[in-house]
């Protein structure tokens, strides 16, 4: 739960990306966590995961509350690169 709302899982992915985008969100102001198969993470430096920390796929949350709006900004981003890229 977050301030009241339950966690939605946004996407699956490879730990190096998920951490990446949930570097994105939080830049654009919106909460979310990965979820290993051991814990869930809300930060990870970067020295768990350059020492070998946990690296397959795993989850990335988000509040309920956010899921719409964190969906519209990886689609915005997805589409600003196909257009630059």
Not at 35 to 63: C, K, N
């Amino acid at each position: 739960m977050y301030q009241g709302d339950p966690w939605v899982r946004l996407d699956t992915l490879p730990r190096l990306i998920a951490e990446s985008v949930r570097r994105t969100l939080s830049a654009h102001g919106i909460v979310s966590v990965v979820r290993t198969p051991f814990q869930w993470v809300m930060a990870s430096p970067v020295i768990e995961i350059e020492t070998g920390g946990y690296m397959g796929d795993v989850g990335l949350y988000v509040p309920q509350v956010q899921y719409r709006e964190a969906n519209a900004l990886l689609d915005r981003l997805s589409d600003e690169a196909d257009r630059h890229g």
